[in-house]
C-alpha cells in the first residue's frame, strides 16, 4: 500500500510540537522550545522562525517534504465555523495573520501548514479549531439582549474522542448522545447530539465549572462590582477569569499533581477546592442530561488531568446514573490534526471551505 505521509503541526504559546504520521501511526513526534528571541516577536512575526524549525526537523527523519501527503496545522482563532477538514484558503490565512477574530499562537497552524504545503505542493489543512459552532438555537441566547453565547472549546479533542469511543464500540460518531468533558487548565463540557455539538460552555470567556487556571461561572452582579472597584484594571479582571483565576487564585498552582499530594499531606484547602472542581464539572455534565433529553449513550471524561484516578471518580459517583462513563486521558492533538487529514486525502470526509464572517460576528 502507497504511504499517507502526514505532517502534523501544533503551535502553542512557547513551543511547537511536530508530528510526522504514516497514515494514522506516529513515526516521529517532537516539542521545539522557542527562546524569548522568538517568543517575544509578534505572533505573525514568528511563522519565517517556526517554519525553519519544521522543517529542519522533517530533514531529521530523512523525508522529502514533496514525498507528503498532506501538511495539518491546529485551527486558529477565526469566525465560528463548522466540525471538520479545511483547506487553508487566502481568506484563512488573511483572518489567521491579522488577528481579526483573535491573536493566539495557534494562529500560526494554519499560516505554517499553508506555507509548508505551498513550498512542497501538497494539500494543507487544519481541522476542528476551538471556535468550531454547532449551538443550538436554544443555547445562545442570553438574559442580555446584548450579549448571546459563544461556541468555544476543546473541539479537536473532543470530537477525536468522539470518534475513537464510536469506532471501539461498532457504531458511529453521528449514531450517539454523548456528553464529553475535556478536563484541562480550562474546562469544557459538551452535549454531543449525534455528531453536532449543540451546546457546551464558552471555555476562554470563563463560562463553565472552576478549573485550574480559569475561574467558571460566577455571580455576575459580584464581578460587577469587583470591576467597578477600581481595584484592578481590565487586563487584570481578564487574568483573574482566565489565565489565573480557578484553582491557582486560591491555590497558587495550576499542576493537579500538586494539589493532590497537598491533599495526601493534610491540606483541607486543597482539599475542599479539587473538591469542588469536580462538583462542579458534575454538575455542568448532568445538566446536559436535560439537553440530550435523558437520551445519553455515554459520558467520556478526557484531557490531561483525566488521568487523575480521584478526580475521575469523584465525577463518575455523581454522573452515572446517567450513562456509562469512559476515561480517555491525556489530549493526543497531533494524532487527532493527522486523522482529520487523513479523511480529507481519502476523501472519507469532505473538505470545507472557510468562508469567514458570514453574519457579522466578532469574536
Known amino acids: 500500500m502507497t504511504r499517507q505521509l502526514?505532517?502534523?503541526?501544533?503551535?502553542?504559546?512557547?513551543?511547537?510540537?511536530?508530528?510526522?504520521?504514516?497514515?494514522?501511526?506516529?513515526?516521529?513526534?517532537?516539542?521545539?522550545?522557542?527562546g524569548a528571541d522568538v517568543t517575544g516577536l509578534s505572533i505573525p512575526e514568528q511563522l519565517s522562525h517556526r517554519e525553519r524549525e519544521v522543517r529542519a526537523l522533517l530533514a531529521e527523519t530523512g523525508i522529502a517534504g514533496e514525498d507528503l501527503s498532506a501538511i495539518v496545522g491546529r485551527g486558529g482563532l477565526l469566525a465560528p465555523m463548522t466540525s471538520g477538514t479545511y483547506a487553508v484558503n487566502p481568506l484563512m490565512r488573511e483572518d489567521l495573520a491579522s488577528g481579526r477574530f483573535g491573536m493566539h499562537a495557534s494562529n500560526?497552524?494554519?499560516l505554517l501548514a499553508h506555507k509548508l504545503g505551498e513550498l512542497f505542493q501538497v494539500p494543507n489543512f487544519i481541522v476542528?479549531?476551538?471556535?468550531?459552532?454547532?449551538?443550538?438555537?436554544?443555547?445562545r441566547p442570553t438574559g442580555m439582549p446584548e450579549i448571546n453565547r459563544?461556541?468555544?472549546?476543546?473541539?479537536?479533542?473532543?470530537k477525536a474522542v468522539a470518534k475513537r469511543f464510536a469506532a471501539e464500540n461498532g457504531?458511529?460518531?453521528?449514531?450517539?448522545?454523548?456528553?464529553?468533558?475535556h478536563l484541562g487548565g480550562g474546562i469544557t463540557v459538551g452535549a454531543h447530539a449525534k455528531g453536532t455539538v449543540i451546546d457546551?460552555?464558552?471555555?476562554?470567556?470563563?463560562?463553565?465549572?472552576?478549573?485550574?487556571?480559569?475561574?467558571?461561572s460566577i455571580p455576575v452582579g459580584q464581578v460587577v462590582e469587583l470591576c467597578y472597584s477600581?481595584?484592578?484594571?481590565?487586563?487584570?479582571?481578564k487574568q483573574k477569569i482566565v489565565g489565573h483565576g480557578g484553582l491557582f487564585a486560591h491555590l497558587g498552582t495550576f499542576d493537579a499533581i500538586e494539589i493532590e499530594q497537598r491533599m495526601a499531606d493534610g491540606d483541607e484547602q486543597a482539599a475542599l477546592l479539587y473538591e469542588t472542581m469536580a462538583y462542579r464539572v458534575a454538575q455542568e455534565i448532568a445538566k446536559h442530561g436535560a439537553?440530550?433529553?435523558?437520551?445519553?449513550?455515554?459520558?467520556?471524561?478526557?484531557?490531561?488531568?483525566?488521568?487523575?484516578?480521584?478526580?475521575?471518580?469523584?465525577?463518575?459517583?455523581?454522573?452515572?446514573?446517567?450513562?456509562?462513563?469512559?476515561?480517555?486521558?491525556?489530549?493526543?492533538e497531533l494524532k487527532a490534526l493527522a486523522e482529520g487529514a487523513l479523511r480529507a486525502i481519502r476523501q472519507e470526509e469532505a473538505v470545507r471551505e472557510y468562508e469567514g464572517d458570514t453574519h457579522g460576528t466578532r469574536i
Not at 200 to 216: C, F, H, I, K, Q
Not at 230 to 237: C, N
Open 128 to 139: 476542528d479549531p476551538v471556535v468550531v459552532d454547532e449551538l443550538g438555537p436554544l443555547a
Open 200 to 216: 457546551v460552555n464558552n471555555g476562554l470567556d470563563g463560562d463553565g465549572p472552576l478549573a485550574p487556571e480559569r475561574a467558571g
Open 171 to 181: 457504531s458511529d460518531y453521528t449514531e450517539l448522545n454523548l456528553i464529553i468533558a
Open 291 to 332: 439537553t440530550l433529553f435523558g437520551d445519553v449513550d455515554a459520558i467520556l471524561l478526557t484531557g490531561g488531568i483525566a488521568y487523575s484516578t480521584w478526580l475521575t471518580e469523584q465525577i463518575s459517583a455523581r454522573v452515572g446514573y446517567l450513562a456509562p462513563v469512559h476515561i480517555y486521558p491525556g489530549e493526543d
Open 6 to 34: 502526514i505532517l502534523a503541526i501544533n503551535p502553542g504559546s512557547t513551543s511547537t510540537k511536530v508530528g510526522l504520521f504514516d497514515g494514522a501511526v506516529e513515526i516521529m513526534s517532537r516539542t521545539v522550545r522557542h
Open 150 to 158: 459563544r461556541s468555544i472549546f476543546h473541539a479537536l479533542n473532543q
Open 230 to 237: 477600581t481595584r484592578y484594571k481590565e487586563s487584570e479582571m
Open 108 to 110: 500560526l497552524g494554519g
